[in-house]
């Protein structure tokens, strides 16, 4: 139980060193750190909001909006639908949260109800997508259809457009090398977006709160902008005006079967010809399909990309695109290009989004936040040290060692992962520092008690280590368990308290029965004691 192997103990020491060595750079600022050579370590520790400071920033999903551009696409679908199956009705007309028309021949009853069936179909709801919620309501009055968006249906779009929302911004905010972000959802309608170490609040704002809606449109067939203003467009038609100042406004189809969502990829790129800044995009194979039979069945005829609601660009389809690549050319700059292929890229906001709440909390609060927790876990170190070295002597010492290992140990892993440090994270690893002398307090108390058995000083240490093995391990295990329920149903600070109680208890365990079992038998090969110092 005491014997190990050199290969072992050069295993150990080396795993505590190189502890140390990842930890270093934190005792060195920024600038140093980046002046060391390149096979340096180099990471520092992530320090959160509380700690560094940064943006805080509460969006509100605009819900009416949402609501709005639902019941839009919902028409569209009918429409588009009935046209598919070549039948004859009255154009539907939306009241409320209700779409009603008639098929003009009574005959096409079920035809009709069979061409709207899956706009029926139900919206995976809950976790996993294992429930259901009814979207729609359908009744039916001879040639008369009334479909009906409900309200539960209405509430489940909106959650799940946060759920998107959140992930587009993690994307995006990835994309632009922000460190550690936070998003959460709160309450129904609601997304707290926390970026550590921002200082431009507003470059912020404006990078990830753009919608960055993206749609493909080809031009109405029929009427002029002129006309379209003075009696209103044609069916299935809308005006949309340009994104460049002079530009005359385009009168395009309101349908679109392609969105952001199909493409691949964006990137910024120059143009051969003109060396202008372009941005060149990709279509998915499902989007690439449609791309190329639209444009294969619409050549010579004007193609809208809209951005935003605006027209960024009307080329003529001169030929089939089979390759689903295309290409967004305007005034662009440089920036202005690259910004515009990374929103692409990360995909767009389901809905609009406010900002409703904004505070930066300057670096002044995290240095006080991070004085507060230097004073506690020092005060805390000290503690256990004194206490341990009171108590048990010689083998206090040999925890301590243990103690200061452990703590390296944690920063060291934090550090590698780049795990967010937060003031609940430091609370988290003041209380690992009295745990993990907790286990050697189990394992000397052990030693202790066999010592009074009679025991010689070695069988007593050996004893101490192997009996005491099962109730640290049930203590750390359960501990273990209710810090990884923390982690995941919890958020924000209390994920960063969860974190490091975890790598706190799997470093404590490590130090316990490794590292100080080690030292112990180190000092036992060495001096071969009659007694036991405790």
């Not at 190990?4 to 930890?23: C, E, N």
């Not at 810090?483 to 404590?508: D, K, W």
Request: with cysteine; proline share 4%.
């Amino acid at each position: 139980m005491l014997y190990f192997a050199r290969w072992k103990i050069g295993l150990i020491v080396l795993l505590v060193v190189a502890a140390i060595a990842t930890v270093l750079p934190n005792f060195f600022s920024e600038e140093q750190v980046e002046s060391w050579p390149g096979f340096l370590p180099n990471k520092q520790v992530v320090l959160g909001l509380d700690l560094r400071g940064g943006a805080h920033l509460l969006y509100q999903v605009d819900r009416q909006k949402l609501i709005d551009d639902r019941k839009k696409t919902f028409l569209s679908d009918i429409r588009q639908n009935l046209r598919a199956e070549r039948l004859r009705f009255t154009p539907p007309r939306m009241s409320g949260l209700t779409v009603q028309f008639a098929v003009r021949d009574v005959a096409d009853v079920d035809k009709a109800r069979e061409a709207i069936r899956p706009l029926l179909d139900p919206v995976q709801a809950g976790f996993f997508g294992q429930g259901s919620v009814r979207e729609v309501n359908l009744s039916v009055d001879g040639p008369k259809f009334s479909l009906e968006l409900t309200e539960e249906g209405l509430a489940e779009r909106l959650r799940q457009a946060l759920q998107q929302a959140r992930e587009v911004m993690l994307i995006r905010l990835d994309a632009f090398g922000t460190t550690e972000p936070s998003i959460q959802i709160q309450g129904e309608d609601r997304l707290l977006v926390e970026v550590p170490g921002v200082e431009n609040v507003e470059e912020l704002k404006r990078q990830v709160g753009k919608t960055a809606k993206m749609t493909f449109h080809l031009l109405c067939p029929e009427g002029s902008v002129g006309e379209a203003r003075v009696s209103g467009p044609p069916p299935d038609c809308e005006i949309v005006e340009s994104d460049e100042p002079g530009e005359p406004a385009l009168l395009i189809q309101s349908g679109s079967r392609l969105s952001g969502g199909d493409l691949a990829d964006a990137q910024a790129a120059f143009d051969q010809q003109t060396n202008e800044p372009v941005v060149n995009f990709r279509f998915n194979s499902r989007g690439g399909a449609i791309f190329a039979e639209l444009t294969a069945a619409n050549v010579n005829r004007r193609f809208a990309v809209v951005l935003d609601g605006k027209v960024i660009t009307a080329p003529v389809i001169r030929t089939a695109i089979l390759q689903g690549n295309g290409q967004i050319s305007g005034n662009f700059t440089v920036q202005s290009a690259n910004d515009l292929s990374i929103l692409l890229r990360a995909g767009a906001l389901p809905a609009d989004l406010e900002v409703i709440q904004e505070r930066t909390v300057g670096p002044s609060l995290g240095q006080d936040s991070i004085d507060a927790g230097k004073i506690a876990a020092v005060i805390g170190m000290i503690a256990v040290i004194v206490f341990m070295l009171a108590v048990y002597g010689l083998f206090g010492v040999f925890a301590n060692i243990a103690l200061f290992a452990n703590i390296f140990l944690i920063f060291a892993v934090i550090t590698i992962t780049q795990s967010t440090l937060t003031l609940p994270g430091i609370a988290g690893i003041v209380l690992t520092i009295g745990m993990a002398v907790d286990a050697n307090v189990l394992i000397f108390e052990r030693i202790r008690e066999e010592a009074r058995l009679g025991r010689s000083a070695i069988n007593a240490i050996e004893a101490g280590f192997s009996r005491a093995l099962s109730t640290i391990l049930d203590a750390n295990i359960t501990t273990l368990f209710a810090a990884a329920a923390l982690f995941m149903l919890g958020s924000g600070p209390i994920q960063g308290f969860a974190v490091t109680l975890v790598i706190g208890i799997l470093t404590t365990i490590f130090t316990a029965f490794l590292l100080t079992r080690m030292i112990v038998a180190l000092w036992v090969d060495s001096t071969r004691p009659k007694a036991v110092p405790i």
